[in-house]
């Protein structure tokens, strides 16, 4: 006997009141969610009611699955890094750093992509590199990241949490000003 799969697109509105006058059928999200499988016979009967809130109130409203920054990493090499040397240095730092031929015909490896840099200092273990790679953090710039499953994706989320740190700093400075309303 065959099963018949339930996905979050087989959910339907229905508007109470004159909820069907006011309001908009929700959108979907994530429209291939699969929800149940039932067996022959089998059936579903769900009533469901919803509650609008935001991440302040609980997480559970948070549309934000991960937001993390981290600070950017400065990499530089010291002297040139040639030969087995860079190629090894590739290895230890991938997509950090690339190879390219110098004007003498070797391969010699250069700064590509910054952003690659994990921070995990691989090339340390090599004495000879750790003296011709330096790898810091910057303290001034960051690198933010932010993930969406909800509604909302994540410019929005983004240009919400940016409106409420700019009310929280309205308010400081009322506070601090004694403007406040």
Known sequence: PPTTSVYSHSLE??????????????PKAMPDILLTKLRPGQQITL????????GQ????FSPVSTASYRMVPNVSLL??????????????????FSLFSNAEGAV????????ACTMSRNYARNPELEKRVRITRSATDFVFSIESVG??????CLKGALEVMAGMA???????????E
Request: proline share 10%; glycine share 10%; aromatic share 2%.
């Open 108 to 115: 010699e490896a250069k700064v590509s992509d910054p952003l």
């Open 79 to 96: 002297s040139p890094v040639t030969g087995p040397l860079a190629e090894e240095l590739c290895v230890l730092e991938p997509g950090v």
């Open 47 to 54: 009533e469901a009611h919803a509650k609008k809130g935001i």
């Open 13 to 26: 509105w229905y508007p109470c009141g004159s909820q069907s006058t006011t309001l908009n059928p929700p």
């Open 151 to 156: 509604q909302v994706d994540a410019v929005g």
């Open 170 to 180: 309205d308010e400081l400075k009322g506070r601090v000003t004694g403007e406040e």
């Open 57 to 60: 109130d609980h997480a559970k």
